[in-house]
Nanobody, 115 residues
């Protein structure tokens, strides 16, 4: 399983971004795709995840109501709409795929929120 995250950037507080996670590889079928983030000097934090079967979603407390995860199965892509960004959202955002063989990670995309 290969994952490619994109869509990060530098924005001002209150602005939005849409992050994309492209999933490829047909050897294993992920049963969930997740977004995590890691700020400098901090532990990696779960942001959100979505199941590939029924689209059930879950969010970390710090992003509930501001971030929305969605999937496009035809495009093998999972999106993370990040709205009302705050400086504390600054981090490298990673996507991951959970399979029966383990968890796979893509490279991160940097999100910087600063005025």
């Amino acid at each position: 399983v290969q994952l490619q995250a994109s869509g990060g950037g530098s924005v001002q507080p209150g602005e939005s971004l849409r992050l994309s996670c492209s999933v490829s590889g047909d050897s294993l079928e992920p049963y969930a795709i997740g977004w995590f983030r890691q700020a400098p000097g901090k532990k990696r934090e779960k942001v959100s995840c979505i199941t590939t079967s029924d689209g059930s979603t879950d969010y970390g407390d710090s992003v509930k109501g501001r971030f929305t995860i969605s999937r496009d199965n035809a495009q093998n892509t999972v999106y993370l709409q990040v709205d009302s960004l705050k400086p504390e959202d600054t981090a490298v955002y990673y996507c991951s795929a959970r399979t029966i063989a383990g968890t796979y990670w893509g490279q991160g995309t940097q999100v910087t929120v600063s005025s």
